[in-house]
């Protein structure tokens, strides 16, 4: 039999407490199954930390796989940090969010800041020449084309 040092009861509480959030993290991460999207993966990679997919779309759907699996597991998609810029509409439908009790999370990586943009550069742009009659005084050469 092991014997524990008598604690008052706020002390037992506490380290109650702090035992089962210890524990209930460990359970809840042993469950989660982990995939990582980095702007410097590759969509062939098999989306672990080491070799991380390129695209949100691919993890996207490696959940999807997991998920038409009937998989009892928590699912987790970290984005690494840097710019992920989408050339089409990316689309979540409701079944890609799990279920409450296994729930799918798409979240920065630790202390990283993922940039998604749909936005696209335009080159080329140069001021208007033409002297439009409708044009304000206050815009003529402020217009670019």
């Known amino acids: 039999m092991i014997r524990l040092p008598q604690l008052n009861k706020t002390g037992s509480i506490i380290t109650f ?3 089962f959030f210890t524990l209930s993290s460990v359970i809840i991460h042993a469950q ?3 995939y990582f999207v980095s702007p410097n993966g590759n969509d062939t990679n098999t ?6 997919f390129h695209t949100i779309e691919k ?3 490696a959940v999807r796989t997991i998920l038409a699996k009937n998989t009892n597991s928590s ?7 840097g710019n992920y810029n989408l050339n089409s509409t990316l689309v979540f439908r ?3 969010s799990g279920t409450p009790q296994h729930p799918v ?3 920065a990586y630790k202390r990283e800041i993922p940039v998604i943009s749909g936005g696209r550069i335009i080159k080329g742009w ?10 304000s005084e206050n815009a003529k050469g402020k217009i670019w084309v």
């Not at 989306?47 to 991380?52: L, N």
């Open 17 to 19: 407490l702090s035992l």
């Open 126 to 135: 140069k001021p208007l020449k033409k002297n439009l009659p409708e044009i």
């Open 94 to 96: 409701p079944e890609d």
């Open 75 to 81: 699912i987790v998609v970290y984005l690494r940090g």
């Open 47 to 52: 989306g672990t930390i080491a070799k991380p």
């Open 105 to 107: 999370t798409y979240c």
């Open 32 to 34: 989660s199954i982990e």
């Open 59 to 61: 993890a996207r759907d």
